[in-house]
C-alpha cells in the first residue's frame, strides 16, 4: 500500500526558507503515470495547491507562489521535497504530499487527474 | 483565473440525501475532470468522488458525482446520510493552463 510522508521543521522564522521532504512507500517514485504534489492548508481554511512535480524533474506551480517556490526530485531516495522562500506569517499552514495522477499519453503525461493518497500532513508554524 | 465556488455549509439530518455544488467561473467544468475530497477534523482530505463521477474502492455508493454542463457545475451528492459523513468536502479540477483549483470547500453537518 503506498505511503507518503512529509518530514521537516514544524517552526520557521519570517523570511527564511522553508523546507519540507515526501518520502514514498511503497511504491516507486518513477512510476511513468503520476506526479508527486504539495498542498497545504492554512488553519481553519481550505486547500491551496502548490505544485507537482514528475519523476523526471518536470514541475507545474500555482502562479501565485511560482516565484518562491521550488519542488525538486531524488529518485534514488523515493523522495521530493519542497522548498519555499522568504516565508510570512501568511504561510503557516498544513503542508501535505500527495500523488498526483496523470493523464497520459504513449508520449507526454500531464497531472490533471486527482490527488491521492495524500501524506498525514505537517504544521509549519513561521514565527521569530 | 478560474475559480470553483462551493456553499460554505450544508445540513441535512440522517437518512436524508444532500447535493454539493461546485460551480466553475469560466469556460466548461466539463472539459476537465472533477474530484471530490472528503476531510474530516484533524485529518488529510481523502478521494470519494475522482474523474466526476467515479468511486473509489471502500467509499459507499452512497456517494455521487456528476456534471451540469447547463449551469458549469459539478455536483456531490450523498444519500441515506450519517453521522460519519459529517466534514468538510472539497471540489478539485483544473484550469486551461493545467493548473490545479480547489473549490473553497463546504462544511457537512448532519443533524
Known amino acids: 500500500q503506498l505511503q507518503l510522508q512529509e518530514s521537516g521543521p514544524g517552526l520557521v522564522k519570517p523570511s527564511e526558507t522553508l523546507s519540507l521532504t515526501c518520502t514514498v512507500s511503497?511504491?516507486?517514485?518513477?512510476?511513468?503515470?503520476?506526479?508527486w504534489g504539495w498542498i497545504r492548508q492554512p488553519p481553519g481554511k481550505g486547500l491551496e495547491w502548490i505544485g507537482s512535480i514528475y519523476y523526471s524533474g518536470s514541475t507545474y506551480y500555482n502562479p501565485s507562489l511560482k516565484s518562491r517556490v521550488t519542488i525538486s526530485v531524488d529518485t534514488s531516495k523515493n523522495q521530493f521535497s519542497l522548498k519555499l522562500s522568504s516565508v510570512t506569517a501568511a504561510d503557516t499552514a498544513v503542508y501535505y504530499c500527495a500523488r498526483h495522477r496523470g493523464y497520459c499519453s504513449s508520449t507526454s503525461c500531464y497531472p490533471k487527474m486527482g490527488f491521492d493518497p495524500w501524506g498525514q500532513g505537517t504544521l509549519v508554524t513561521v514565527s521569530s | 483565473n478560474f475559480m470553483l465556488t462551493q456553499p460554505h455549509s450544508v445540513s441535512e439530518s440522517p437518512g436524508k440525501t444532500v447535493t454539493i455544488s461546485c460551480t466553475g467561473s469560466s469556460g466548461s467544468i466539463a472539459s476537465n475532470y472533477v474530484q471530490w475530497y472528503q476531510q474530516r477534523p484533524g485529518s488529510a482530505p481523502t478521494t470519494v468522488i475522482y474523474e466526476d463521477n467515479q468511486r473509489p474502492s471502500g467509499v459507499p455508493d452512497r456517494f455521487s458525482g456528476s456534471i451540469d454542463s447547463s449551469s458549469n457545475s459539478a455536483s456531490l451528492t450523498i444519500s441515506g446520510l450519517k453521522t460519519e459523513d459529517e466534514a468538510d468536502y472539497y471540489c478539485?479540477?483544473?484550469?486551461?493552463?493545467?493548473?490545479?483549483?480547489f473549490g473553497g470547500g463546504t462544511k457537512l453537518t448532519v443533524l
Open positions: 478539485q479540477s483544473y484550469d486551461s493552463s493545467n493548473r490545479v483549483v
Open positions: 511503497g511504491g516507486s517514485i518513477s512510476s511513468s503515470s503520476y506526479y
